[in-house]
């Protein structure tokens, strides 16, 4: 372990190659993650409320019942043709690219975004590498980077932050600061408590003055997450920087694409990107912009 540690340290080729395929790997399964795992909630929440209900009309026949989804079963298909995709078909980049981005079967188009989300994953992962070298704090903030690609798009695509993924991210975050790792332990808890009560107090303020709910509550545990990380003292600059994003968004949305005024817009993306460039520079950026306003 300690010649593979070693290895790394002195060869940073090596060390941000490794990283890097390794995240593509981790990319591609991140992409299983954003499709199944809301449709394994879905599934569960159905289970749920039909034994609350204890309602034997509610619990559907033997030939409707739904195929369990887990995120390792049932095996990949292609959404159209049902071809089962060969380990062969599912190389990270590389299959997409070899097969032209089109099924091998039926030759439907196969989304752009599943090589993307590949490829960010590992770009975003080689920065991380870069920007704090071979240390245990690296691995627990590659973990960290990836739950935000899956948050991200999952929040994307069907406005929902599981807890399942937020918390264990917040937790880890904690027990990464307890010896001081990014910052002290009591300013991780302060971030913690503060970035989770900034939001909801918003989100009571607003909802007291219009009766309508501005965000999730998902959105508040995110906070949460980035203050267990970084500490109270930047959730100011993450909250104005996500805000500013999200507003000039929502605004080219309503003028290019006739997106409605009450339509919602997930605010998780613009919190994740905020707080993953946050962590990285942070203290930069926000000490050149209070000095722009001395």
Known sequence: MNDFITLMTNSPVYFYSTVFIFSLLIGSFLNVVIYRFPKMLEQGWKRECREFLADELAKPNAQDEEQVITLSTPCSTCPNCQHEIRFYENIPVISWLFLRGKCSQ?????????????????????????????????????????????????????????????????????????????????????????????????????????????????????????????????????????????????????????????????FGPYLAIAGWITLLWGNGIWSWYLSTLV
């Open 106 to 266: 039926c030759q439907v188009k196969i989304s752009l975004r599943y090589p993307l989300v590949e490829l960010t994953t590992a770009i975003l992962s080689v920065v991380i590498a870069a920007h704090f070298g071979v240390t245990i704090t690296t691995l627990f903030l590659l973990v960290l980077t990836w739950g935000l690609v899956a948050l991200t798009l999952i929040d994307y695509d069907y406005m929902l932050l599981p807890d399942q993924i937020t918390l264990p991210l917040l937790w880890l975050g904690l027990l990464v600061n307890i010896n001081g790792a990014i910052v002290p332990l009591g300013d991780a808890v302060i971030g913690a408590v503060a970035g989770y009560m900034s939001l909801f107090s918003v989100f009571w303020l607003f909802k007291l003055l219009t009766g309508k709910e501005g965000m999730g509550h998902g959105d508040f545990k995110l906070v949460a997450v980035f203050g267990a990380w970084i500490g109270w003292q930047l959730l100011p600059l993450l909250i104005l920087m996500a805000s500013a994003v999200g507003a000039i968004i929502g605004i080219s949305l309503m003028v290019l694409k006739n997106h409605q005024r009450e339509q919602a817009i997930p």
